[in-house]
């Protein structure tokens, strides 16, 4: 079954606590991306990926960071996390080659987290 | 710089009837137009992609048209069902490079039994 899994799905942590979410694909997409959701701002994209070792910044990348070293994973990484990081976080992958349906985006489940 | 318009931001519907959810968007100069449905505390699943060059895509009871002149897509969901209680987000490329994507906020649609 094709599908994006992100892990974990809540996480509670505490300031300047390094976390990790993960984010791995079963559909041999080049292009990853994660974003954010948030009440009243809706999604924003923090970090995208167009291919293996080919990551640049979206619309608020400050305090995360990204790697792409396989093609299937795109970890989300959190050096610090502060307070105003706790939001809802899903990543996406899709297809990049060729036209129509393979442009669609495909997105995990999401993961709550929460920085206290 | 592109911004994305849903308007309204909620909605509420009886069974049955045909409706219309609007998505607006300032550069008319799209890659494509995407249509997605997002359950409550659940991830985003798409519904309908619109390609430039297209002015329309069907999928079942959801009908999806692109009017790029005018910067508007409007997807229409005909004999609504409570099912089809979701928020609804379209989503444009910021620029032809289709790589960063921008979100419109949703329209939360409820469907009254």
């Known amino acids: 079954e094709a599908q994006v899994t992100q892990n974990p799905r809540y996480l509670i942590t505490v300031t300047g606590k390094k976390l990790t979410v993960t984010c791995s694909q079963n559909?041999?997409?080049?292009?990853m991306s994660w974003y954010r959701q948030d009440p009243g701002l809706g999604l924003r994209q923090i970090y995208y990926?167009?291919?293996?070792?080919?990551?640049d910044k979206g619309d608020v990348p400050e305090g995360y960071k990204v790697s792409r070293k396989e093609k299937r994973n795109f970890p989300l990484i959190l050096e610090s996390p502060s307070p105003n990081q706790t939001s809802l976080y899903f990543c996406?992958?899709?297809?990049?080659?060729?036209?129509?349906?393979?442009?669609?985006?495909?997105f995990g489940a999401g993961t709550r987290l929460s920085v206290l | 710089k592109q911004e994305v318009t849903q308007i309204p931001a909620a909605l509420s519907v009886p069974e049955g009837e045909n409706l219309v959810l609007n998505c607006s968007f300032t550069?008319?100069?799209?890659?494509?137009l995407q249509w997605f449905r997002q359950d409550p505390g659940k991830g985003l699943t798409s519904l309908l992609l619109?390609?430039?060059?297209?002015r329309e895509q069907t999928s079942g009871r959801l009908n999806a048209s692109l009017d790029k002149s005018s910067g508007r897509s409007t997807l229409y969901i005909a004999a609504s069902q409570p099912g089809d209680s979701a928020t609804y987000l379209c989503?444009?490329?910021?620029?032809?490079?289709?790589?960063?994507?921008?979100f419109g906020k949703g329209t939360r649609l409820h469907i009254l039994p």
């Open positions: 559909m041999n997409h080049e292009y």
């Open positions: 550069d008319s100069a799209i890659y494509n």
């Open positions: 996406a992958s899709r297809s990049i080659t060729g036209f129509s349906t393979k442009n669609i985006q495909y």
């Open positions: 619109i390609q430039s060059s297209q």
């Open positions: 989503a444009v490329p910021v620029d032809r490079r289709d790589d960063k994507i921008i």
């Open positions: 990926s167009m291919n293996v070792e080919v990551t």
